[in-house]
C-alpha cells in the first residue's frame, strides 16, 4: 500500500511559479510511475504530467506542456511538479497519483492504483 501527501499549493498570480511536493511512503518509490491530475468542481480528472518510475521517460498534457515540469527524487520518495508561467485556468486541485510501472506512465486517470489527498493551487490577480 502506498500512500501519497502533497504539499506546496497555494495562491499566486498570473505569470508567477510554484513547486508541488508528493511524497510517498510504504513502497519501493522506484518501482512506481507517479503522475499529477488535476480537478475542478463538477469536471473530469485532468492529466497533468507523469514520469515512469525510473524517471527516464516524463509525458505532459498539451495545457501544460512548455510550462510545467515533472521531475522525481527516488531518493527521496518524492516526486515534484514545478509550474511556471501560472495563468488563471491553472486553477485546479492537483492530485498526485502511483501506479506499479518502470519503463512507461499512463496518462490516463484510471490506470493509477494509489491517490494522494489533493492540494489546491490558485492564480489570481
Known amino acids: 500500500q502506498v500512500q501519497l501527501a502533497e504539499s506546496g499549493g497555494g495562491t499566486v498570480r498570473p505569470g508567477d511559479s510554484l513547486r508541488l511536493s508528493c511524497a510517498a511512503s510504504?513502497?519501493?518509490?522506484?518501482?512506481?510511475?507517479l503522475g499529477w491530475f488535476r480537478q475542478a468542481p463538477g469536471k473530469e480528472r485532468e492529466f497533468v504530467a507523469a514520469i515512469s518510475g525510473i524517471g527516464a521517460s516524463t509525458y505532459y498534457g498539451d495545457s501544460v506542456k512548455g510550462r510545467f515540469t515533472i521531475s522525481r527524487d527516488n531518493a527521496k520518495n518524492t516526486v515534484y511538479l514545478q509550474m511556471n508561467s501560472l495563468k488563471p485556468e491553472d486553477t485546479n486541485v492537483y492530485f498526485c497519483a502511483a501506479e506499479r510501472r518502470l519503463l512507461t506512465a499512463a496518462t490516463t486517470a484510471g490506470l493509477y492504483d494509489y491517490w494522494g489527498q489533493g492540494t489546491q493551487v490558485t492564480v489570481s490577480s
Open positions: 510504504g513502497g519501493t518509490f522506484s518501482n512506481y510511475a
